[in-house]
């Protein structure tokens, strides 16, 4: 081990309308790649960011945690506002600290919390437009709720998860089941709906591929009991449609 190499933990904001994601890749703009950009720009070093997780193309966050490591002597106060002067501004570092050099930011996490946001009203404002679904159905919203309850507990999701979320065929690990402490559905104001979610991990997709059920089911399309029937079937062919990427927000990593 390098002692004199540091491990800093960074709690990011983003607005994901621009990127590809948060993963870096080829060829595409991310999140991840433009903060690792600057981060070699600031101390001349190839620097990995590891997140708390990934987001899709359009998906946003307001505390998505992510770490890396320096031997740069940089402090966390010029690391926060250099970056923050080089990044654009659908990106923004909120805290830079120092954190126990076994410190990860994805194995370390105990639990995420997802925000899904759906605008009701008639005519949506341009505002809202790239962070809230415009649903104009009238929905039944107890119908959802009682849909939503279900979800608590500990479940095997394979009916909500896309392909690509996880190497089938490795059979070590926990598969599909995830654990959800909350499951709810809230009315912020008479326009708006918000989804919270908040659970041990998450499925490729699986909180859009939930959203776009619960609209069915909020629809008068599917009744609560074949809600239920969906989520222990474990096929996804039987669930609804995935709920677009820019309504959905990763709230926060809990360690």
Known sequence: MNHSCRNLRVLIAYDGTEFSGWQKQKHVRTIQGDIEACLKRMTRENIPLHGAGRTDAGVHAEGMVAHFKTISHISTEDFLFGLNSMLPGSIRILDVIPVDYKFHARFSARKKQYHYTIFTGRIQPPSKRLYSLHIRDNLNLKK???????LQGTHDFSSFENSGSRDKSDLSGRGAVRTLSKASLTQKDNNSLVFDFIGDGFLRHMVRNLVGTLLESGRERLSVDLFKE???????????PKAPPHGLSLIKIFY
Do not use: F, N, V, Y
């Open 144 to 150: 959802m709720s009682e849909c939503m309850s279900h």
């Open 230 to 240: 969906i989520l222990q079937a474990k096929d996804r062919t039987l669930a609804g």
